[in-house]
């Protein structure tokens, strides 16, 4: 989606993946392409000869080899900031970071050893949510302590014999709804936010995103200023996912933030006046940022998960074709997974009760395998 971005903007993206065709490298075809892993540094430094301005789209990168560059090489433009990538790609000290910064944010610990956790179970209460600091995406990463009983299971679940993977805990949310906000921030520092955002997550994989939020004014207006604080707190340019929880008192907490185009603003690319996608490389390009405003009434993301087979999977987007205002992303992904992210259905309308309306048979036709 961000090559579809950079094509009709006439910018040439090269990317380091582990595919040799992936999508991206397919819909930008030239031979300037890198394979391989984007952990591996001699990869990074060979993509980082080839180009102008450094970008990622996952966090899990090796950041100390882009500190090193950025180090060498001052003047290599590298968005957003490897300082920023690091502290967002170790959950704890993101927290810890925006904690400072006086975000609000659900109690955390780091816990060490199921000792330690026992003792925050004391503290917090139960349920708990134990979390891997790094490498976590749709929800693996997570797991919910009912109970100290529950204590060892969850333990061993994120820290099997022999890993080195480290834990913290936090606080169980009870949150009323989930929202998300993107915010870019050009390399001036000018920053520009998109419409808050629900989000509904099933099997703690993002489902569906209705925008804008069925909220409060109010909590939409303050949870746009608390997305904005914590991203000013970071260095660099690009799109930041921000995640939050809505409490049934109308207060908010900040759950986590993404350093690159999120799946809750993959909706832009329809309904709003610029997508996530254009945005982020207009950021990191230094050009103006263009406007975030919806441009229709109302819209709804779907994500098409894998299930059992390919034709299965798809049944959502057979569906969408008969649905007036919807529009089908197919990855071309290829290797299909049981829940893994295959594509989504962006639904446009006039008003959310229209949205609603067009949204029923494609829904119906999503039935994810349960976890
Ligand atoms: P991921 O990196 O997999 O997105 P998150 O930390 O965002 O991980 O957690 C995934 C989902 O798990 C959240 O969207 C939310 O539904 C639920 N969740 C996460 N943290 C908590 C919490 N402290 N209390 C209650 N639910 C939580
Ligand atoms: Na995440
Ligand atoms: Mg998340």
């Known amino acids: 989606m961000l090559v579809e971005a950079a094509n009709r903007l006439n910018v040439q993206v090269s990317i380091l993946d582990q595919g040799d065709s992936g999508p991206a490298k397919q819909l930008a075809a030239h031979d300037q392409h890198i394979q391989g892993n984007f952990q591996d540094a001699e990869k990074i430094r060979e993509l980082a000869q080839r180009v102008d301005i450094l970008t990622v789209e996952i966090e899990h990168v090796n950041v100390a080899e882009l500190i090193r560059l950025k180090q060498e090489n001052p003047k290599l433009q590298i968005h957003p900031s490897p300082r920023a990538i690091k502290i967002i790609q170790d959950k704890f000290e993101q927290k810890r970071h925006l904690n400072a910064h006086g975000v609000p ?12 956790l026992k003792e925050a179970g004391k503290q917090f209460g139960y349920p708990l949510m134990l979390k891997a600091k790094r490498l976590a995406y749709d929800g693996r990463g997570n797991a919910a302590v009912h109970s100290e009983a529950d204590i060892p299971q969850a333990w061993r679940s994120l820290q099997p014999e022999g890993s080195q993977q480290a834990l913290y805990v936090e606080q169980w949310v009870p949150f009323a709804k989930e929202i998300a906000v993107m915010v870019a921030r050009g390399r001036d520092g000018s920053v520009r936010s998109y419409p808050v955002v629900e989000t509904v997550q099933r099997n703690n994989i993002c489902h569906l995103v209705l925008a804008p939020a069925q909220i409060d004014g109010t909590v939409a207006a303050r949870a746009k ?4 604080t914590a991203i000013i707190s970071l260095e660099g340019a690009g799109i930041y996912g921000v995640e939050m ?3 049934e008192d109308g207060g908010l907490l900040l759950n986590e933030i993404a350093p ?9 690319i329809e309904a709003c006046e610029t997508s996530q996608f254009e945005n982020h490389l207009r950021a990191i390009m230094g ?4 406007s975030p405003a919806l441009k229709v009434g109302a819209a709804a ?4 998960l894998g299930d059992a087979d390919d034709v299965e999977t798809m049944k959502p987007c057979v569906a969408a074709l008969s649905v007036d205002g919807a529009t089908i992303h197919a990855y071309g992904k290829g290797d299909c997974r049981p829940g893994r992210k295959m594509g989504h259905i962006t639904v446009v309308g006039q008003s959310m009760t229209q949205v609603h309306n067009r949204l029923r048979s494609i829904l119906k036709a999503a039935s994810p395998t349960e976890a």
Not at 225 to 228: F, N, R, S, T, Y
Not at 301 to 304: E, F, L
Request: proline share 8%; charged share 25%.
């Open 287 to 290: 050009r103006p940022l263009g």
């Open 225 to 228: 200023k608390i997305a904005e």
């Open 260 to 268: 690159r185009p999120h799946n809750s603003g993959h909706y832009t």
């Open 301 to 304: 993301m779907v994500n098409i």
């Open 105 to 116: 944010l659900p109690a955390f610990q780091e816990v060490k050893n199921e000792d330690e």
């Open 245 to 247: 929880f809505v409490l």
